[in-house]
């Protein structure tokens, strides 16, 4: 089975400024994927950004970068420029060889305070 | 695109009745995962469809059912309520036909309180 842990459940940053969200995890596939996803205050879960495991290169979505460690098994995030929209809880999710089953860690409250 | 839609977005249940929620998909996805999540517990997989099969379970009574319409469209049934099914019930969809879990879009979710 596998296990997602994401040892800070809070955090805060001034905005304009940068934060790195950790997560690490544990598996013994080697085909799958991980995944960051935001929950606003709305609650709507929205895909921050993906990264494949067979991938080296870490992905990256505009302000949003990932640091992919696959021999240490970590996957943090990080927020450049961050903004006031951004607050919000953090998951960090494992995408497995199971059908329509993400692991998620237990996420971390982002505040950006003005 | 119309995203994935939800249906009710609040109720409020007494223990021992049961509860019935809908989620339609995005168009064009077959299939559909429903998770719930509380505060103790996180997010916690239930189960998922995929063109009225259920592919995968997760580990949850008996009580917890679901099913998927021929239109993709899909509910979940929670008979004999408790006071700890009190939770965010979220519903995802994925274009993925084959094994293993890809990007998931999920819905707003159904907030279900249990007296």
């Known amino acids: 089975a596998q296990t997602v842990t994401q040892s800070q459940p809070e955090m805060s940053v001034q905005e304009a400024e940068t934060v790195t969200l950790s997560c690490t995890y544990d598996?013994?596939?080697?085909?799958?994927?991980l995944f960051w996803y935001k929950q606003p205050p709305s609650r709507q879960m929205i895909l921050v950004i993906r990264?494949?495991?067979?991938?080296?290169q870490n992905a990256t979505e505009n302000r949003f970068s990932v640091n992919f460690q696959k021999a240490a098994k970590s996957f943090s995030l990080k927020i450049s420029d961050s903004q006031l929209g951004d607050t919000a809880m953090y998951f960090c999710?494992?995408?497995?060889?199971?059908?329509?089953?993400?692991?998620f860690g237990q996420g971390t409250i982002l505040t950006v305070h003005p | 695109k119309a995203g994935v839609t939800q249906t009710p977005r609040y109720l409020i249940k007494t223990r021992g009745q049961q509860v019935t929620l809908s989620c339609s998909p995005i168009?064009?996805?077959?299939?559909v995962s429903w998770y719930q999540q509380t505060p103790g517990q996180g997010l916690q997989f239930l189960f998922e469809?995929?063109?009225?099969?259920?592919?995968n379970k997760g580990n949850f009574p008996g009580r917890f059912s679901g099913r998927q319409f021929s239109n993709s469209r899909s509910e979940m049934n929670v008979s004999t309520l408790e006071l700890g099914d009190s939770a965010l019930y979220l519903c995802?969809?994925?274009?993925?036909?084959?094994?293993?879990?890809?990007?998931?879009?999920f819905g707003e979710g159904s907030r279900l309180t249990v007296l």
């Open positions: 995802a969809s994925s274009n993925r036909a084959v094994e293993g879990t890809g990007e998931l879009f």
């Open positions: 598996t013994s596939e080697n085909n799958y994927y």
């Open positions: 990264q494949e495991a067979y991938k080296q």
């Open positions: 999710a494992f995408g497995g060889t199971s059908y329509g089953k993400l692991t």
């Open positions: 168009s064009g996805h077959r299939s």
């Open positions: 469809y995929f063109s009225e099969t259920q592919r």
